[in-house]
Nanobody, 126 residues
Framework: QLQLVESGGGLVQPGGSLRLSCAASRFTLNYYAIGWFRQAPGKEREGVSCVSGTDGSTDYADSVKGRFTISRDNAKNTVYLQMNSLKPEDTAVYYC???????????????????WGQGTQVTVSS
């Protein structure tokens, strides 16, 4: 069973930064599309960013473009989400996800993903 573990969440002031990590056990992340999603209380889960398992191309939700950056560290078998210029509306539980098969292009639709981490809380507040 593929397992994903997120870390790096916390409380940060508006304008601050956090870096989330998505680490995998029992498989190599390198060739998998990885998506980051978030869900705020009372709202639907939304796609934030993703990186493809084919050519490393990336995609971002309009709400985070220019502020968030997704990246891979293959040596550490980890995908990161660097979040800068954080806003109160970024407050949510953040999840990373992977599909069953490798070598896929990424997408910001949750139904494209089969494996999910437990989530990490990000709170942006003064």
């Amino acid at each position: 069973q593929l397992q994903l573990v997120e870390s790096g969440g916390g409380l940060v002031q508006p304008g601050g930064s956090l870096r989330l990590s998505c680490a995998a056990s029992r498989f190599t992340l390198n060739y998998y599309a990885i998506g980051w999603f978030r869900q705020a209380p009372g709202k639907e889960r939304e796609g934030v960013s993703c990186v493809s398992g084919t050519d490393g191309s990336t995609d971002y939700a309009d709400s985070v473009k220019g502020r968030f950056t997704i990246s891979r560290d293959n040596a550490k078998n980890t995908v990161y989400l660097q979040m800068n210029s954080l806003k109160p509306e970024d407050t949510a539980v953040y999840y990373c996800a992977a599909p069953k098969l490798p070598f896929n292009r990424c997408a910001l639709y949750s139904d494209r993903y089969d494996y999910w981490g437990q989530g990490t809380q990000v709170t942006v507040s003064s």
